[in-house]
């Protein structure tokens, strides 16, 4: 019968589906969440999200570099197999096994580069925000100085990478990693010029990071206002890591420094000042929101 020259070669591709099975196991066995184990409640350090995102793009890679094998073999196997039981050869069937073989290996590839891409921005985000959150812990003594530094707080819709609270005011802390780029003789160019709206990086400018401190200061002091009851004095700083700040015209609500220093320019800035019953609030509403 015709149609068994067809359905036998799948035997040949047995093998490959149990090897991608496994693969596929391997990868349920992935649990990036970490809990603690007092309270159950999901453990968060500075630059969360960006590891949670590394976890999830390194699964990534790992399914494309072990699937991409086993999916772009199967069209090689069973036209193999179509070989063996076929009762006369047909070289324009073997061509278009071979096609789809080709047409899948360059799409894994495309998939690993995106991977390996995906990798890098993620791993540079996440150094600057390790960065950053590693200053802002300076702020943190024991009763003598009540500041307390809050790490990926979630608001409605985002998350506020650092909210650090002073006796002077409240202050969203968002973090921004650019590469540097480099002149025709190898030296990096790492200065940035800020504006009201935007910021002029070297062959480039960006507003989204401005946009998204202003959005996330403005969301955190409406809901301390209404978590506590009265106004709450909240500013926002943009730190970019590793870039000399050239200020041309200071944006509105936002400070933009290079994150060097980061915790002796929140201790001095003054916004305000929190009495006691005040600070205990907003401590209390962060380290709720922040669970």
Not at 28 to 43: E, G, K, M, T, W
Not at 60 to 78: D, R
Not at 172 to 194: A, L, N
Not at 255 to 276: H, I
């Amino acid at each position: 019968m015709a149609w068994l020259e067809y359905l036998l070669p799948l035997i040949f591709l047995f093998p490959l589906g149990a090897t991608g099975v496994i693969v596929l196991a391997l990868r349920n066995l992935h649990d990036a969440q970490v809990r603690s184990p007092f309270d159950a409640c999901p453990l968060r350090e500075p630059g969360q999200v960006q590891r949670d995102h590394l976890d999830r793009a390194f699964a990534s890679l790992f399914l494309n570099g072990a699937l991409g094998p086993i999916v772009t073999l199967a069209p090689l196997v069973y036209g193999m197999g179509r070989m063996l039981f076929a009762s006369h050869q047909n070289w324009l069937e073997w061509a278009l096994y071979g096609a789809l073989s080709t047409l899948l290996v360059l799409a894994f590839c495309l998939r690993l580069i995106r991977d390996f891409q995906q990798i890098r921005r993620i791993k540079l985000s996440l150094a600057s925000k390790l960065a950053v959150g590693q200053e802002l812990e300076r702020l943190i003594h024991p009763e003598a100085h009540p500041f307390y530094v809050f790490h990926d707080v979630p608001t409605d819709t985002d998350v506020i990478d650092h909210v650090a609270v002073t006796p002077h005011g409240v202050f969203v802390v968002e973090t921004r990693g650019r590469t540097q780029p480099f002149t025709p003789d190898c030296r990096e160019i790492g200065v940035v010029s800020v504006e009201s709206e935007r910021l002029r990086f070297p062959g480039w400018h960006e507003r989204r990071p401005l946009e998204k401190t202003r959005r996330a200061t403005n969301w955190l002091s409406r809901w301390l206002q209404q978590r506590c009851g009265e106004p709450v004095p909240v500013h926002g700083i943009l730190a970019l890591p590793g870039w000399e700040i050239l200020c041309e015209a200071a944006p509105t609500g936002v400070t933009v420094v290079s994150g060097d220093s980061l915790a002796r320019q929140v201790a001095d800035m003054r916004l305000g000042n929190l009495d006691a019953a005040l600070h205990d609030k907003l401590i209390a509403a962060l380290m709720e929101r922040a669970a």
